[in-house]
């Protein structure tokens, strides 16, 4: 499995681009849940959680994912 280069389009991540694991036909997750910034740590746990979901290529490669929902205290609260 390789990967794919996405921009993050809207909520706190917007314009944020990376890598994400690519799969078989060489598109991103349908979902991901980025923790922004990366490795932000709120006093007494994990900070927020955004979830984006995969919206489509944008060319040279890169494919754009939309932001849909915070959660506040993290998924795994």
């Known amino acids: 499995m390789g990967e794919v280069t996405v921009r993050f ?3 706190p991540a917007h314009d944020l ?3 994400l694991p690519a799969g078989p ?3 991103p997750p349908a979902r991901w849940v980025l923790r922004h910034p990366d490795g932000a740590e709120a ?7 955004h979830l984006y979901e995969r919206e489509h290529a944008a060319g040279g490669g890169t494919w754009t994912m939309r932001f ?6 993290g998924m795994t609260e």
């Open 9 to 11: 389009v809207g909520g």
């Open 17 to 19: 681009v990376r890598a």
């Open 25 to 27: 036909d060489g598109s």
């Open 43 to 49: 006093a007494g746990g994990g900070g927020p959680d």
């Open 68 to 73: 849909v929902h915070t959660y506040p205290v």
